[in-house]
């Protein structure tokens, strides 16, 4: 059984940061694209970054660009999210997916993502 495993999310001032982590479990991830997603309440899903196994591509939402920085540890089967300078508008369930298939570059599309996590929370306070 296949799972992933976020943590590292919990309660933040703004202006502080945050590292998630996303462990996988079941399969190995080392040659397939990753990313996170969020939600808040009351809004969809949206995409926060990816990346693809070797790293020679990475994407973010455009508004997070110089804040976040995805990363991966293959040998561990694991995506870490850097959060840095967070504001409040950053507050919402994060959550970690994986792609089935090796070698497919990352997407922006969360249908595009196979595999979920079940989420972390992050808050951040005023």
């Known amino acids: 059984q296949v799972q992933l495993i976020e943590s590292g999310g919990g309660l933040v001032q703004a202006g502080g940061s945050l590292r998630l982590s996303c462990t996988a479990s079941?399969?190995?991830?080392?040659?397939?694209?990753m990313g996170w997603f969020r939600q808040a309440p009351g809004k969809e899903r949206e995409f926060v970054a990816a990346?693809?196994?070797?790293?020679?591509?990475?994407m973010y939402l455009d508004s997070l660009k110089g804040r976040f920085t995805i990363s991966r540890d293959n040998a561990k089967n694991t995506v870490y999210l850097q959060m840095n300078n967070l504001e409040t508008d950053d507050t919402a369930v994060y959550y970690c997916?994986?792609?089935?298939?090796?070698?497919?570059?990352?997407?922006?599309?969360?249908?595009?993502?196979?595999?979920w996590g079940q989420g972390t929370q992050v808050t951040v306070s005023s």
């Open positions: 079941g399969r190995t991830f080392n040659r397939n694209s």
């Open positions: 990346r693809s196994w070797s790293g020679a591509t990475t």
């Open positions: 997916a994986a792609e089935h298939t090796a070698g497919v570059p990352p997407t922006a599309a969360a249908s595009d993502y196979d595999y």
